[in-house]
């Protein structure tokens, strides 16, 4: 059985359903992510590397991951830690407003907490996110880990994912993001995380920024112009189908990516994976919350 493994942090969700009623659930980008390739590829193996505290709202993550068929092997205990939280409001086009209690979360002391502990996998996936919550103590150590496991045979996939409100700096933010584009197989840029984080402003800026990294494969997202796929030299760009009835943006990146790895891991060539990772966010937006019901998910996805 293949094993992905992907690293980073789950927090509780609280949506606005009315004016004084909210629904909690559990996300997080790389969660999100896990939860939607075990979805497309239920044969794999999909553990989720993280840290949570000895709260009941652990306890009821661990439940639900279960509930997601994610794995807990790699998932660690703080006694003095608790999760992070993260309201979330959608205006009438589906477009969302965050507000953040995760300084101090237990996922900040996830490669701390491994110590010692070794494994295996074939894939192991991270974000920007996943770095800039850690101290760079623990970024180094996850680079070491990074380059044992592609050591290994692993192949790693990254996705730059850039929240300025993490980093200290820019300046910090872009010499982490050009380390984990340094040890990626698989990587999915963002046009707005570039515009940003860079100041590039197409696609064209993206691949020559890149073009040193030495990346087997570059995945560009870039809304609804397409999505743009450089390999071996070779680029092409695929349409995304629009969608007209937005209700919750929040885990449109990480859906794609859940569907793009999950088709290429499958045997799927880049530009069918592409079309396939657009389906897989064009449905998940169109519900709201980060992670929609496995009914509603199924009954518009197609199995791999």
Known sequence: M???????????????????????????????????????????????????????????????????????????????????LYMIRNDNQGERTFAYWRAQSAATQTINLLADTEFECDWFYFSGISLAILDDEQRHKLFALVEKLKASGCKIAFDPNYRARLWDSQEEAQFWTDKGYGVSDLAFPGADDHLMLFGH??????????????????????????????????????????VTNVVDTTAAGDAFNAGYMAARLAGKKPVESASYGAKVAATVITYPGAIISKDAFESHIPSL
């Open 2 to 84: 293949k094993r992905i493994v992907i690293f980073g942090e789950c927090m509780v969700e609280l949506r606005s359903q009315q004016a004084d009623t909210m629904a909690k659930s559990f996300a997080g980008d790389t969660y999100n992510t896990a939860v939607y390739i075990k979805r497309c590829l239920p044969a794999f193996s999909v553990s989720y590397l993280t840290a949570i505290g000895a709260d009941f709202l652990s306890d009821e993550l661990l439940l639900t991951m279960g509930e997601h068929e994610i794995n807990t092997d790699l998932v660690f205990r703080s006694t003095s830690q608790n999760l992070g």
């Open 201 to 242: 402003t197409n696609a064209d800026d993206i691949f020559s920024y890149l073009a040193d990294k030495n990346i087997d494969e570059v995945v560009m997202k870039n809304g609804a112009i397409g999505v743009h796929i450089l390999r071996q030299h070779e680029q092409c760009i695929v349409p995304v189908e629009r």
